[in-house]
Antibody, heavy 119, light 107 residues
Framework: EVQLVQSGTEVKKPGESLNISCKTSGYTFTNYWIGWVRQMPGRGLEWMGI????????RYSPSFQGQVTISADRSISSAFLQWRSLRASDTATYYCARWLRSKDYFDSWGQGTLVAVSS | AIQMTQSPSSLSASIGDRVTITCRASQGIRNDLGWYQQKPGKAPKLLIY???NLQSGVPSRFSGSGSGTDFTLIINNLQPDDFATYYCLQDYNYPWTFGQGTNVEIK
């Protein structure tokens, strides 16, 4: 069974760094893209970027380029979303999702990680 | 970036109604579009891919159509489980973009 399990809720202060994770299982990690999606409180979905763990090819939305870093660790079948300096506006739920390239859709999703940034 | 204009932003409907949601792309995207359903506090769930292909396990009352710039999601015979927010997502080129969402509420 394909599973994407995300790390837990984070409460942080502005300026702090953060790394959230998406642990995958049930499939060959290096064969599928993993994307990240932001959902701010009460708002819609925003596509942030995507990584292919097979060769670490990474694409970002211009809205998030330079604001976050998407990475992957093949040894533990996990993808990561990293901030160097959080802002209050980063408060949101972040989802990871597996992209099924053969049919072009996100077929499996993590449960979401709530990140709250407040002084 | 391709803009996806989704409408309406919200609608009220009754059980058994037919609901139509549209997404318009700012440029042609062939049929590189999916529809996702999201319920409060939950991750999105795929309904339709490639504009009109029903995902396995999704009830046949859901259907998608369109190509190029104009796309439609139709829900026939609306059921209680269908009250949710619906999003389109284009994957024609980077950056992929979601529509703003349509909240389907109970009338």
């Amino acid at each position: 069974e394909v599973q994407l399990v995300q790390s837990g809720t984070e409460v942080k202060k502005p300026g702090e760094s953060l790394n959230i994770s998406c642990k995958t299982s049930g499939y060959t990690f290096t064969n599928y893209w993993i994307g990240w999606v932001r959902q701010m409180p009460g708002r819609g979905l925003e596509w942030m970027g995507i990584i292919y763990p097979g060769d670490f090819d990474t694409r970002y939305s211009p809205s998030f380029q330079g604001q976050v870093t998407i990475s992957a660790d093949r040894s533990i079948s996990s993808a990561f979303l990293q901030w160097r300096s959080l802002r209050a506006s980063d408060t949101a739920t972040y989802y990871c999702a597996r992209w099924l390239r053969s049919k072009d859709y996100f077929d499996s999703w993590g449960q979401g990680t709530l990140v709250a940034v407040s002084s | 970036a391709i803009q996806m204009t989704q409408s309406p932003s919200s609608l009220s409907a009754s059980i058994g109604d037919r609901v139509t949601i549209t997404c318009r792309a700012s440029q042609g995207i062939r049929n590189d579009l999916g529809w996702y359903q999201q319920k409060p506090g939950k991750a999105p769930k795929l309904l339709i891919y490639g504009a009109f292909n029903l995902q396995s396990g999704v009830p046949s009352r859901f259907s998608g159509s369109g190509s190029g710039t104009d796309f439609t999601l139709i829900i026939n015979n609306l059921q209680p489980d269908d009250f949710a927010t619906y999003y389109c997502l284009q994957d024609y080129n980077y950056p992929w973009t979601f529509g703003q969402g349509t909240n389907v509420e109970i009338k």
